[in-house]
């Protein structure tokens, strides 16, 4: 078969499975946000045109993409795509057929979120999950999803451009950055409104998905491996929420150059700091608390394997599991000591 042939029998197999997330709210609120949003009352009498509130009332402030990974209902997406509050949120199939939807977790840590719809009797199409780990740099890809929120059924083609990125990552200008680490880099065209759609690999088996693009940048985009959306659906079906294990503390990873900056006697590790004068380093109570971590010590290893720039603390907690018991050799001043960590779930 050749290698056109093959990606539009991909297409065929996968879109039926993609659909398009519909984020919607009231327009009085939306009304009163925008008033909200603008301190010198430019706008004081701020209305939504009639045009673009539905039989409802109602106002669509966003969107996103996501995949059927159930036959009845199940949605993978992002959790930034369905973090708007006080809002209500509804699914198009490919078919065009639209469902009231329903959270059933957001991940605490990766961007993920799982939705759920009834669509009665019938059986929906679902796509394959794949292995994220057999990812190989060079390999080509599709990237999937309702891009700008305007181009339904959008597919664009690319190849694996990296592996195990780390990247800052915000949901607006004005949000908070966020760590996104452990993500695979594609040049296949990734935007806004393709959040939370499948990213394949040739033969139509999802091995991530669709998550963030660089501003200003061209052809650089990054999905979540499937693996970590695999753990949370099988913690959903299990005990009905995503469990994620909590340490308890801020960071920062050590480098060479943070250790000069920082007049530091080592060039990796993590140091225990706040993120400013307002936070904390070490979360009262928490499981480092318990284990007797204090600000300014630095852990070194976790489980006997050193904490570097390319394995942090993320990365360990990635495939850590609540309740499991860790050993930590910790630096505190000129002295060196290990104690155990109990991991409890993060809330």
Same mark, same amino acid.
């Given at each position: 078969?050749? @290698?056109?042939?093959?990606?539009?029998?991909?297409?065929?197999?996968?879109?039926?499975?993609?659909?398009? =997330?519909?984020?919607? +709210?009231?327009?009085?609120?939306?009304?009163?946000?925008?008033?909200?949003?603008?301190?010198?009352?430019?706008?004081?009498?701020?209305?939504?045109?009639?045009?673009?509130?539905?039989?409802?009332?109602?106002?669509?402030?966003?969107?996103?993409?996501? @995949?059927?990974?159930?036959? +009845?209902?199940?949605?993978?997406?992002?959790?930034?795509?369905?973090?708007?509050?006080?809002?209500?949120?509804?699914?198009?199939?490919?078919?065009?057929?639209?469902?009231?939807?329903?959270?059933?977790?957001?991940?605490?840590?990766?961007?993920?979120?799982?939705? +759920?719809?009834?669509?009665?009797?019938?059986?929906?199409?679902?796509?394959?999950?794949?292995?994220?780990?057999?990812?190989?740099?060079?390999?080509?890809?599709?990237?999937?999803?309702?891009?700008?929120?305007?181009?339904? @059924?959008?597919?664009?083609?690319?190849?694996?451009?990296?592996?195990?990125?780390?990247?800052?990552?915000?949901?607006?200008?004005?949000?908070?950055?966020?760590?996104?680490?452990?993500?695979?880099?594609?040049?296949?065209?990734?935007?806004?409104?393709?959040?939370?759609?499948?990213?394949?690999?040739?033969?139509?088996?999802?091995?991530?998905?669709?998550?963030?693009?660089?501003?200003?940048?061209?052809?650089?985009?990054?999905?979540?491996? =499937?693996?970590?959306?695999?753990?949370?659906?099988?913690?959903?079906?299990?005990?009905?929420? =995503?469990?994620?294990?909590?340490?308890?503390?801020?960071?920062?990873?050590?480098?060479?150059?943070?250790?000069?900056?920082?007049?530091?006697?080592?060039?990796?590790?993590?140091?225990?700091?706040?993120?400013?004068?307002?936070?904390?380093?070490?979360?009262?109570?928490?499981?480092?608390?318990?284990?007797?971590?204090?600000?300014?010590?630095?852990?070194?290893?976790?489980?006997?394997?050193?904490?570097? +720039?390319?394995?942090? =603390?993320?990365?360990?907690?990635?495939?850590?599991?609540?309740?499991?018991?860790?050993?930590?050799?910790?630096?505190?001043?000129?002295?060196?000591?290990?104690?155990?960590?109990?991991?409890?779930?993060?809330?």
């Amino acid at each position: 078969m050749s @290698s056109e042939s093959q990606i539009i029998k991909t297409v065929q197999k996968v879109m039926p499975a993609v659909v398009s =997330i519909v984020v919607s +709210k009231k327009a009085e609120d939306v009304e009163r946000d925008l008033r909200r949003e603008d301190p010198k009352h430019l706008q004081p009498g701020a209305k939504i045109p009639k045009e673009n509130i539905d039989p409802r009332g109602f106002v669509q402030v966003g969107g996103g993409s996501g @995949s059927i990974v159930e036959k +009845k209902g199940v949605i993978l997406t992002n959790k930034h795509v369905i973090n708007e509050p006080f809002a209500t949120y509804s699914v198009i199939t490919a078919e065009g057929i639209e469902f009231p939807a329903k959270i059933l977790a957001r991940d605490p840590v990766d961007d993920i979120a799982i939705l +759920k719809i009834n669509p009665g009797r019938k059986n929906l199409p679902t796509v394959t999950l794949g292995n994220s780990d057999e990812v190989r740099l060079g390999e080509s890809v599709l990237a999937f999803g309702n891009a700008l929120g305007i181009f339904k @059924s959008t597919v664009s083609r690319g190849i694996v451009s990296g592996l195990g990125r780390a990247i800052e990552a915000k949901e607006n200008p004005e949000g908070r950055a966020q760590e996104m680490r452990g993500l695979i880099q594609t040049d296949a065209a990734i935007n806004p409104g393709n959040s939370g759609g499948p990213l394949t690999d040739i033969k139509g088996n999802v091995i991530g998905i669709n998550a963030a693009v660089i501003s200003g940048a061209q052809n650089i985009g990054f999905a979540i491996p =499937i693996k970590a959306a695999e753990r949370d659906l099988a913690d959903v079906k299990k005990y009905g929420k =995503i469990k994620r294990p909590l340490l308890g503390i801020r960071y920062i990873t050590l480098t060479p150059n943070t250790k000069e900056t920082l007049h530091l006697p080592v060039d990796y590790g993590a140091l225990v700091t706040k993120e400013n004068p307002m936070s904390i380093a070490v979360a009262a109570g928490g499981p480092a608390d318990k284990a007797g971590i204090k600000e300014q010590d630095i852990i070194l290893e976790w489980n006997k394997t050193p904490v570097t +720039k390319e394995k942090t =603390i993320h990365d360990f907690l990635e495939d850590a599991k609540v309740g499991e018991v860790v050993q930590v050799k910790v630096l505190r001043g000129k002295s060196q000591f290990n104690t155990t960590i109990t991991l409890t779930e993060r809330r």
